[in-house]
Nanobody
Framework: QVQLDESGGGLVQPGGSLRLSCAAS????????MGWYRQAPGNQREMVARITSRGSTNYADSVKGRFTISRDNAKNTMYLQMNNLKPEDTAVYYC?????????????WGQGTQVTVSS
């Protein structure tokens, strides 16, 4: 069992920066694939960035060059550094951790943190 808790969201002006944190508890997530997803009102949830247990990353085209995903296994925490924020980045951001056992898929989600980009 894994509990994920996001923090770091808030209100920021266009062009500004935020760093989101996802703190895991209950179990180590060192061997989990993790990622950030977001959902804006009226939109479907979309993948923002992913980082595998081996450290490989991928990003949505809309955030490439602006966002950086990272993880600190010693702290059991994942981060999303968001730079040059745009109004279209406004959404609730969710932390995800997942792994596959031989027979079972494990999938955990945080409660979300609001990011609002507005002048």
């Amino acid at each position: 069992q894994v509990q994920l808790d996001e923090s770091g969201g808030g209100l920021v002006q266009p062009g500004g920066s935020l760093r989101l944190s996802c703190a895991a508890s209950g179990s180590s997530v060192s061997w989990y694939n993790m990622g950030w997803y977001r959902q804006a009102p009226g939109n479907q949830r979309e993948m923002v960035a992913r980082i595998t247990s081996r450290g490989s990353t991928n990003y949505a085209d809309s955030v490439k060059g602006r966002f950086t995903i990272s993880r600190d296994n010693a702290k059991n925490t994942m981060y999303l550094q968001m730079n040059n924020l745009k109004p279209e980045d406004t959404a609730v951001y969710y932390c995800n951790a997942a792994r596959d056992d031989v027979l079972i898929h494990y999938d955990y989600w945080g409660q979300g943190t609001q990011v609002t980009v507005s002048s």
